[in-house]
Every structure is written in C-alpha cells, then in structure tokens.
C-alpha cells in the first residue's frame, strides 16, 4: 500500500481544511487536494490524500473509511495509479 488515498462521497460543501483535520487524527497529512469541477469550480465530491508514511495511511484507510462527514459516509482506500490517456478524437465516428 502506498501513501496516498482516494476520499470519495464528499458532501459538494466539504473544503480541503474539513479534510485535512479529519485526516490529521489518523496520522500526518502531507497534501489534501480537491477536485473541482474546471467549469463551476466545485467540488466533485472526491479528493486525494497523501499521508506522510504507509502506516499512517493505513491507519486512516481503517479509522476514516466508513466514518460520516457533512453527512456523508466516506469511502476511503488506496489511490490507483493514474491511467495515461489516448486522445481518441470526438464526433462523428462509426458505430
């Protein structure tokens, strides 16, 4: 397991320091980031967590997935690697 997480069911109004205090009682945090959505600039309800050793992720992964915040239960585990993609083209191809 690495050291960084994948946080998914964000309520749309939790703010990366609501993350970065949970997270904080699991281990030391080391980056908290976000994603938003490039047109409104919302939140798309996941964000990644990079804790600062593999025990401390660990320990969040157990105390953190299943927890409630905002209302909603987090999903908390091991971030894939992210996949390299092919620009296909768009529009009109043959089905």
């Given at each position: 397991?690495g050291?960084?997480?994948?946080?998914?069911?964000?309520?749309?109004?939790?703010?990366e320091?609501?993350?970065?205090?949970?997270?904080?009682?699991?281990g030391?945090?080391?980056?908290?980031?976000?994603?938003?959505?490039k047109t409104?600039?919302?939140s798309?309800?996941f964000a990644?967590?990079?804790m600062?050793?593999?025990?401390?992720a660990?320990n969040?992964v157990r105390k953190?997935?299943?927890h409630e915040?905002?209302?909603?239960t987090l999903?908390?585990n091991?971030?894939?690697?992210r996949?390299?993609?092919?620009f296909q083209?768009?529009?009109r191809?043959?089905?």
């Open positions: 397991m050291n960084r997480l994948y946080v998914g069911n964000l309520n749309y109004d939790t703010m320091q609501d993350i970065q205090e949970l997270f904080s009682q699991a030391s945090v080391k980056d908290v980031y976000l994603v938003l959505d409104t600039g919302r798309r309800g990644f967590v990079e600062a050793t593999q025990a401390d660990e969040a953190l997935h299943g915040l905002d209302g909603r999903t908390v091991e971030a894939r690697p996949e390299e993609r092919s083209g768009g529009g191809g043959r089905w």
